[in-house]
């Protein structure tokens, strides 16, 4: 099929583009309760809190809340599944895989319905959740089904009469604690690479957003996982997520977050058992714009990057230098282009930006955009909330931004982008490289030298070139300084969720070779 919308055989003739997915009209919430051992439980406090939409404000429905004693239950379950002897430790790698592949099939069956689910409870576009989240979401279990009879050791040259090999074995029980920005992507970036290895895992999402984790519980028991594979403590970050942290009985933690929870984990990490830590942390990303590269491409892939999911992205695309050359130019495009983002109702096909996800982010948006107004940025566009709408704020442009304001460097994790002039590439690689974050940048230019020149110089632990939010399965993600420590995605992730061990052997002389 042509990219024109025609077939090509022998001829064209004219066919209609395939109907836009829809949303399921008032989809029942069958999934509230805690997850372990392949059964839902009730909190043990008898407590829950309420999730909403963040765009009408009204109540989706009661979670049960997870608190530490439904903690230790979801943690016991879990390493019980993954002891020596059990199903899950005896199950032929190449079977872990098909589990994996058959819950990307569930997913694919119940595709709409969680897209659903995720548009009312994060706010963010319908068709943004079908064709990106759950797009990313399914790839990532497929690629990982892959790994899982893949994973193995090395045989190793070692001095004298001895032979020596490696082993892959899994961690053991591992905890994750996802954000409220991406829960579903979030969700599987967690469980895939774990389960890939072999190991069981105790999920935390974030109370804002538990409802997509919470259903794909259900489907993970119909995919045929053995019960305490998976467990979903849904609950909040001080008490469920403090104890998964510190928990002594669990191996692993990963967490996608703040950097400010990112290092009370690692201490508490630390305190406890020293269990491993993945981090993937905020992020003030730097875009780059050279006076050679294609302007047009350049506003636009960078305004994906700044207002992508309203702007509540650790990859946001937030801080732009661009060549003085062009500067004025790159300004005008993006207000131009900024001014016709469509604002409204997330399950309206036509809308590409939603509320943000509560009235404190929103008031913190807000209150750094007041910080910009009030030490000297121009502010182009935007910059204040959509009248009679909640919690939606306009899509906001500052030009004149100096290094030294805090939108230029501080993560705002809302839909502003600021745009500040450069002229040398020594300069700017200076500038970029001043943050305390390094998660990742771009490099807009049509000099492949300078493309290469330059995203090795950047201390980003990814950098595109001419597009942004290139993610893949396959590409590992993370940053540098404190954006966080490991490796999500890829072949990478794989060691995040492994122990390595060495078995050394003494041959008997007359055996030596």
Not at 6 to 22: M, Y
Not at 283 to 296: T, W
Not at 351 to 371: A, M, R, Y
Request: charged share 25%; net charge negative.
């Amino acid at each position: 099929m042509a990219q024109n919308g025609t077939i090509e055989n022998g001829g064209s003739r004219n066919v209609a583009p395939p109907p836009l997915p829809q949303p399921v009209k008032n989809p029942e919430i069958k999934h509230t309760k805690i997850f372990f051992n392949n059964e839902w439980h009730s909190s043990v406090k008898g407590k829950t809190f309420p999730t909403f939409n963040p765009a009408t404000g009204v109540k989706i429905s009661d979670i049960e809340e997870a608190d530490k004693v439904d903690v230790d239950k979801a943690v016991e379950a879990a390493r019980s599944a993954g002891q020596r002897g059990s199903v899950w430790r005896q199950m032929d790698a190449s079977s872990r895989g098909e589990l994996l592949n058959r819950l990307a099939d569930l997913l694919e069956r119940e595709r709409c319905l969680l897209a659903t689910l995720e548009s009312m409870d994060t706010g963010k576009p319908f068709l943004h959740a079908f064709f990106v989240d759950l797009d990313g979401s399914i790839k990532t279990l497929r690629y990982y089904a892959g790994w899982t009879d893949k994973i193995h050791g090395k045989t190793l040259p070692v001095d004298e009469n001895f032979v020596c090999f490696t082993k892959h074995e899994p961690i053991g029980v591992c905890g994750a604690i996802i954000p409220w920005n991406l829960p579903l992507l979030m969700f599987m970036w967690k469980i895939a690479p774990a389960l890939a290895c072999g190991n069981t895992v105790v999920i935390k999402p974030a109370e804002q957003t538990p409802l997509t984790a919470l259903h794909v519980g259900a489907l993970i028991k119909e995919a045929g996982f053995p019960p305490g594979v998976v467990n979903i403590v849904p609950g909040f970050g001080p008490t469920a997520g403090a104890a998964i942290a510190s928990h002594m009985s669990i191996d692993k933690v990963a967490f996608t977050g703040s950097t400010e929870v990112g290092q009370l984990i690692k201490e508490a990490s630390a305190r406890s058992n020293l269990k491993r830590v993945t981090l993937e942390l905020g992020g003030k990303n730097p875009c780059i714009v050279f006076a050679d590269s294609d302007l047009q491409l350049a506003v636009e892939e960078i305004q994906k990057g700044a207002f992508f999911n309203q702007g509540q992205a650790c990859t946001a695309a937030s801080r732009v230098y661009v060549q003085e050359q062009v500067y004025d130019e790159f300004v005008r495009l993006s207000v131009e282009r900024a001014k016709n983002i469509v604002v409204g109702d997330p399950m309206d096909p036509r809308t590409s930006h939603g509320p943000q996800i509560d009235q404190q982010q929103f008031d913190k948006i807000l209150e750094l955009v007041n910080s910009g107004k009030k030490e000297g940025a121009k502010l182009e566009c935007g910059g204040c909330e959509v009248e009679d709408k909640g919690l939606f704020i306009q899509p906001t442009i500052f030009s004149d931004v100096k290094d030294h304001m805090r939108i230029a460097k501080e993560e705002i994790f809302g839909p502003v982008q600021c745009i500040m002039k450069f002229k040398t590439q020594e300069e700017v690689i200076d500038r970029a490289n001043s943050s305390q974050y390094g998660l990742t940048a771009a490099v807009f230019t049509r000099d492949i030298d300078r493309a290469l020149s330059v995203s090795g110089a950047l201390e980003s632990g990814t950098v595109w070139v001419n597009c942004y939010n290139a993610l893949h399965a396959q590409a590992p993600f993370g940053g540098y300084k404190m954006s966080g420590n490991g490796r999500e995605l890829g072949e990478y992730a794989l060691a995040e969720y492994t122990e390595v061990k060495a078995i050394t052997i003494k041959l008997k002389e007359q055996l030596r070779l």
